[in-house]
């Protein structure tokens, strides 16, 4: 995926160089964006694949899957939306069914 970071902030290197800041604003203000530019132009495609992932990250899995879904609809064949629905849909199986 575009823009996806390759490791998790336990694994990051640099860690302790990086400044603490508050992902709840940050990803606020990637939602607030996605939606300006999608109510611009409702066929943006890369915005609504970025809302989904900030959806998940902020783990409203439900908004994530409905805003994949309408990529789907406008490009059916979207292989970023399907495959982040795929993962999405098999989180939430593990979630349910957490192995011991």
């Known amino acids: 995926m575009a823009g996806a970071i390759p490791w998790s902030e336990t694994e990051n290197p640099q860690r302790d160089m990086i400044p603490r800041i508050n ?3 940050i990803w606020s203000a990637t939602m607030r964006e996605c939606r300006s530019r999608i109510k611009m132009n409702s066929k943006d495609l890369e915005a609504r694949l970025t809302l989904g992932m900030t959806y ?3 783990q ?14 406008i490009e059916p064949k979207h292989d970023a939306a399907r ?6 849909e098999a989180e939430l199986v593990r ?4 192995s011991n």
């Open 83 to 88: 495959k982040a629905i795929r993962a999405v």
């Open 23 to 25: 992902q709840r604003s």
């Open 95 to 98: 979630m349910k069914c957490p």
């Open 60 to 73: 409203d899995f439900a908004a994530a899957l409905a805003t994949w879904q309408s990529i789907l609809e």
């Open 56 to 58: 998940r990250l902020c």
